[in-house]
């Protein structure tokens, strides 16, 4: 009888602790879903910002260069004002001395 007692006592306490590991078993097994989730939902987002932080570099790429386009056109537009103060300054010179020649 006592045998009897000892294996249901060893049996209800193998069961005790089996059960035991099985909730930490299962809660590791709840928790590592929940990370597989996060992890992917970690990836989509992590890919969608490498796309917008491409798209933001082609951006500034595409202002970067329509400044560049804007000093182009200004220095342009400097040197062409130059040039033509030089041929007014040239026009006006040789407009007086033709006056003085003229007068003389």
């Keep these: 009888k006592r045998r009897r007692e000892a294996i249901a006592a060893a049996t209800c306490l193998t069961e005790a602790l089996v059960d035991h590991l099985n909730?930490?078993?299962a809660q590791a097994y709840v928790n590592q879903r929940k990370?597989?989730?996060e992890?992917?939902?970690l990836q989509v987002q992590a890919s969608q910002f490498s796309k917008q932080t491409a798209q933001w570099i082609n951006m500034?790429?595409?202002f970067n260069q329509a400044l560049k386009e804007i000093g182009d056109?200004?220095?342009w537009a400097r040197s062409i004002e130059m040039?033509?103060?030089t041929i007014a300054t040239?026009?006006?010179y040789v407009h007086k001395?033709?006056?003085q020649s003229t007068c003389s």
């Design 23 to 25: 909730v930490g078993v």
């Design 35 to 37: 990370l597989d989730h």
């Design 39 to 41: 992890v992917k939902t």
């Design 60 to 62: 500034v790429e595409g």
């Design 73 to 75: 056109v200004e220095n």
């Design 83 to 85: 040039d033509m103060r």
């Design 90 to 92: 040239a026009l006006e």
């Design 97 to 99: 001395g033709h006056l």
